[in-house]
């Protein structure tokens, strides 16, 4: 890999505190524009041209990637020249006049009221595992955390006589967040039934565990977060992150202040959180037009 591309990845790790999955999608992202300007002009990344930046977009669509794919393409390649610049490798920004492919924003899907509930009864909490598995979803919809957060909580990142847990997100910032009775209910039957069977000895901190005893993995939950769409008859394609616009949608519709939305959710940006506004309002169309006479 280029020298200047590894010191960038060291820089997003050790300065901005990226999350692995991050800084594998910057790193690759770099070596395939570095091998293509190696591959088609014999050129190093740093000596790139706006010309053969262009160039590499319009092969990545050449290559039938949708502009979603050729938009983050460019973003890394931007972020990377201006480390750069800010190193002083170089002093002329090639991306600057580089324009980005437009994205058509899609809405998030979102779970019902009603679809979430028989998620949430789905699981046995009579057995270790069922009381892990029904802690975790009603810990995910109950604070809105990502499935990387979710799976990265400790046991003393859980206060549950003050119903707040601690969160550390995107770049290592951490947030506290309220906790619903629901969710601290759950939280204690898996911390006082399920998790000391779950152990079998281990030394280990992390609050969910897998059959092995060790961390659960964002794929083990996966799996379970299928199996409980499945048993709960929701023919949805749904992830871990359906239930993340679920918690930000059904806080919006019942009057929530958009400011504490972003905060829970740990948006940097309040425009991100803006998407689930549109959520609502659709919603709130298709409420419209379904019950009122004269729709």
Not at 30 to 44: G, P, V
Not at 166 to 190: F, S, W
Not at 199 to 219: K, T, Y
Not at 271 to 287: A, C, F, G
Request: charged share 25%; with cysteine; proline share 3%.
């Amino acid at each position: 890999m280029n020298e200047w591309i590894t010191r960038f990845i060291d820089y997003l790790a050790v300065e901005r505190g990226l999350s692995m999955n991050t800084l594998q999608s910057y790193r690759r992202d770099l070596c395939a524009f570095a091998e293509y300007l190696k591959r088609t002009a014999q050129q190093d990344v740093i000596h790139a041209k706006q010309a053969q930046i262009v160039g590499y977009l319009g092969h990545l669509k050449a290559l039938g990637r949708a502009n979603t794919t050729v938009s983050r393409n460019l973003a890394s390649i931007r972020s990377f020249y201006h480390y750069l610049l800010r190193e002083e490798a170089l002093f002329v920004d090639p991306t600057v006049h580089v324009e980005t492919p437009k994205v058509e924003k899609r809405l998030p899907k979102v779970l019902t009221i009603d679809e979430v509930e028989r998620l949430l009864r789905a699981p046995d909490a009579s057995t270790p595992a069922g009381a892990r598995d029904k802690a975790m979803l009603e810990l995910l919809y109950a604070t809105g955390i990502r499935v990387s957060e979710l799976v990265s909580l400790q046991v003393s990142d859980v206060n549950l006589s003050a119903g707040f847990l601690r969160c550390m997100g995107k770049g290592a910032k951490e947030r506290i967040i309220p906790v619903g009775e629901y969710a601290q209910q759950t939280l204690a039957h898996y911390l006082e039934f399920g998790r000391s069977k779950l152990l079998r000895e281990h030394e280990v901190h992390a609050l969910f565990l897998n059959h092995h005893g060790g961390q659960m993995s964002r794929q083990g939950f996966w799996k379970i977060l299928k199996k409980y769409a499945l048993a709960a008859s929701i023919h949805k394609h749904i992830t871990p992150h359906t239930l993340r616009h679920s918690f930000a949608t059904h806080l919006l519709e019942r009057g929530a202040d958009l400011r504490a939305v972003q905060e829970m959710l740990g948006h940097a940006d309040i425009s991100t959180t803006q998407i689930y506004t549109h959520v609502t309002r659709t919603r709130l169309k298709e409420v419209y037009a379904t019950a009122h006479p004269r729709a």
